[in-house]
C-alpha cells in the first residue's frame, strides 16, 4: 500500500508567515528620500543622452558657428591687436569664450524640448509617475551638461589645431569639465522655467534668441570687463556666463581668475535654474 499524503503543515496561531516566505508575501520597499533622488536624476539623464546616440547631426551642425569664429573672428582680431588681452594672442584669450558660447547655445533651447514633450503627451505620461519634478527637471539639465560638453570638447580640438596654447593638466581639464555642466544646467534650466511661462515653441524661440546674444556680449567672451561701459560692467556682474568664462581661461590658458567665487555663483545658479524650473513645470502640463 502507497504511504498516506503528509498532512499540510499548520498555520502560525498569531497570522505570521513562515520562514522565507516573507518575501513572497510583502514588496519589496520602495527607494524614497535621497536614495530616489539621485536614481531618477540618472535615469532621466539616460534617456535624454539616448536621443543623441540616435541621431548625432546637431553634434555636426553646432561645430560650424564656434569654428568660424575662432577661425574669422579670432585670427582676424589677432593681427588687429585692438583689443588688451594680458600680452596673450587674442584667438588664445577669446577660445574660452567661444567653448562658453557654444555651450550655453545648446542649453539656452532645451526648453523647446519639453514644450514638444508637452504636445507629444509625454509630459503628461512623466508627472504621474513616482518621479519628483525635480529629478526630471535636473535629469534633462545634466542630459544638456552632457551635451554641452561633447561641443567643449569638439571646440577646445579645433583649437588645439589652430595653435591656441591650451593646458593638457587633467585637474584643471576636470574643472573645465565642472564649469561647462555647472553653466549648462543653469542655462537649460533658465530656458525651461521661460517654456513654464510663455507655453509656447514660438514664444519661447523669440525670447531664446533675444536673451542669448545680450548674454553673450554682456559678458566677458570677447573682451576684458576693464573696457566695458560702466553700465554693461554691471550686467557682466550678474552674467553667470562672465563667471564661466572666467573660471575656463583661469583652467585652460593659466591667466588670474577668481575660482572660488567663480564655481561657487555657477552652482547657486544652477540650483536655482532647478528650483525655478521644477515649480513651472506643473504648468506646462495643464
Given at each position: ?17 513562515e ?5 513572497l ?15 531618477r536624476v ?18 555636426y ?11 574669422i ?9 585692438a ?10 584669450y ?39 519634478r ?13 551635451k ?14 589652430l595653435?591656441?596654447a ?18 549648462s ?10 517654456a ?44 553667470p ?23 561657487g ?6 540650483a ?5 524650473a ?9
Amino acid at each position: 500500500m502507497s504511504a498516506a499524503p503528509a498532512a499540510p503543515r499548520a498555520a502560525s496561531a498569531d497570522g505570521s508567515p513562515e520562514p522565507g516566505t516573507a518575501l513572497l508575501l510583502s514588496p519589496p520597499v520602495p527607494r524614497a528620500g535621497w536614495r530616489l533622488l539621485p536614481a531618477r536624476v540618472a535615469a532621466m539623464c539616460t534617456v535624454e543622452l539616448q536621443k543623441l546616440r540616435h541621431d548625432r547631426t546637431e553634434l555636426y551642425t553646432r561645430a560650424v558657428q564656434p569654428a568660424l569664429w575662432l577661425l574669422i573672428f579670432g585670427q582676424t582680431f589677432t593681427r588687429i591687436r585692438a583689443i588688451p588681452t594680458g600680452g596673450i594672442p587674442y584667438i588664445d584669450y577669446m577660445a574660452p569664450g567661444i567653448i562658453a558660447q557654444s555651450a550655453m547655445f545648446i542649453a539656452i533651447f532645451y526648453g523647446i524640448q519639453i514644450i514638444w514633450e508637452r504636445d507629444a503627451g509625454i509630459l503628461n505620461k512623466l508627472l504621474v509617475t513616482p518621479t519628483p519634478r525635480s529629478a526630471l527637471i535636473t535629469g534633462k539639465a545634466f542630459a544638456a551638461g552632457v551635451k554641452s560638453l561633447v561641443q567643449a570638447v569638439v571646440v577646445i580640438v579645433i583649437a588645439a589645431l589652430l595653435g591656441v596654447a591650451l593646458t593638457w593638466n587633467p585637474l584643471k581639464l576636470l574643472g573645465v569639465a565642472l564649469a561647462v555642466v555647472l553653466a549648462s544646467v543653469f542655462f537649460s534650466c533658465l530656458s525651461m522655467t521661460i517654456a513654464g511661462i510663455v507655453l509656447s515653441r514660438d514664444r519661447l524661440m523669440g525670447f531664446g534668441q533675444a536673451i542669448t546674444m545680450p548674454l553673450f556680449f554682456g559678458s566677458n567672451a570677447l573682451y576684458p570687463v576693464s573696457v566695458m561701459p560702466g553700465w554693461l560692467q554691471a550686467v557682466s556682474k550678474v552674467n553667470p556666463l562672465s563667471y564661466q568664462v572666467d573660471a575656463l581661461r583661469g583652467l585652460l590658458l593659466g591667466t588670474h581668475a577668481h575660482l572660488a567665487a567663480d564655481f561657487g555663483v555657477l552652482a547657486v545658479a544652477a540650483a536655482l535654474g532647478i528650483t525655478a524650473a521644477s515649480a513651472l513645470l506643473g504648468r506646462l502640463a495643464r
